[in-house]
C-alpha cells in the first residue's frame, strides 16, 4: 500500500525555523516527483514546492521563494521541507502529495500536518 | 501566472441530484486539468486527470469534460459521500495552480 506519513509540525515562533518530514513507503520512491501542499485553517490548497525524482529541480512559490527550501533522501525514503523566517500566514496544515508523471498531478496525498506560527 | 476560478463556490443539492462545478482558467490550459475532492479533516483525492480521464477507483458518476479555458466536474446522481469540497488544479505546470473550491452541502 501506498503511504505517506507527514510529521514535524507544531508551534512555532515568527522568525524561527523547522523541518518538515514525509516518510514514503510501498512505492519506488526515488522514481518518482514529490510536492508540498498547504492549506491554512479553512481556506483553499495552495501548491508550496516541488522536487523532482533525483532532487536535482525544484520549484517554489512566490509566497515561500527563499525561505523554504524542498529536498528529499531517497535512500530513506524522505522527502523534506526546510521552513525558514516564518510569519503568522504560514500556518497551515502542510500535506506532502507524490506526482506520479511529473505533471502535478497529486495522488495519493499523506494526511498532513499542522504548522502553527504564532507568538 | 494563470489563475483559477471555481463556480459556485457553494452549492446545497439533494440526495440523487446532477450537480455541475465549473473551473476557469485566465489563459488556456489545453486539457492540463485535474479535479480532486475533499472530505473535512482529511486529505485531498484525485478524481479526474487531464480534464477527463477517470482515476482508478473513482465512481464512474463523476465526469469531467472542457478543454482551453472551461472546464466542468460533474456528479450525474450525488451519492450522501459526495458532499464534499472539490477543487480544480492546474496541470503540467510549474506552478501547480489549485481553483478557490466548491463546497457541495446537503440541502
Known amino acids: 500500500e501506498v503511504q505517506l506519513v507527514e510529521s514535524g509540525g507544531g508551534l512555532f515562533q515568527p522568525g524561527g525555523s523547522l523541518r518538515l518530514s514525509c516518510a514514503a513507503s510501498?512505492?519506488?520512491?526515488?522514481?518518482?516527483?514529490m510536492d508540498w501542499v498547504r492549506q491554512a485553517p479553512g481556506k483553499g490548497l495552495v501548491w508550496v514546492s516541488r522536487i523532482n525524482s533525483d532532487g536535482s529541480g525544484v520549484n517554489y512559490a512566490d509566497s515561500v521563494k527563499g525561505r523554504f527550501t524542498i529536498s528529499r533522501d531517497n535512500a530513506k525514503n524522505t522527502l523534506y521541507l526546510q521552513m525558514n523566517s516564518l510569519r503568522a500566514d504560514d500556518t497551515a496544515v502542510y500535506y506532502c502529495?507524490?506526482?506520479?508523471?511529473?505533471?502535478?498531478?497529486?495522488?495519493?496525498w499523506g494526511q498532513g500536518t499542522l504548522v502553527t506560527v504564532s507568538s | 501566472d494563470i489563475q483559477m476560478t471555481q463556480s459556485p463556490s457553494s452549492l446545497s443539492a439533494s440526495v440523487g441530484d446532477g450537480v455541475t462545478i465549473t473551473c476557469r482558467a485566465s489563459?488556456?490550459?489545453?486539457?492540463?486539468l485535474n479535479w480532486y475532492q475533499q472530505k473535512p479533516g482529511k486529505a485531498p483525492k484525485l478524481l479526474i486527470y487531464d480534464a477527463s480521464s477517470l482515476q482508478s477507483g473513482v465512481p464512474s458518476r463523476f465526469s469531467g469534460s472542457g478543454s482551453g479555458t472551461d472546464f466542468t466536474l460533474t456528479i450525474s446522481s450525488l451519492q450522501p459521500e459526495d458532499f464534499a469540497t472539490y477543487y480544480c488544479q492546474r496541470s503540467h505546470s510549474s506552478l501547480g495552480t489549485f481553483g478557490q473550491g466548491t463546497k457541495v452541502e446537503i440541502k
Open positions: 502529495a507524490r506526482d506520479p508523471s511529473g505533471t502535478n498531478t497529486f495522488d495519493p
Open positions: 510501498g512505492f519506488t520512491f526515488s522514481n518518482y516527483w
Open positions: 489563459q488556456s490550459i489545453s486539457n492540463f
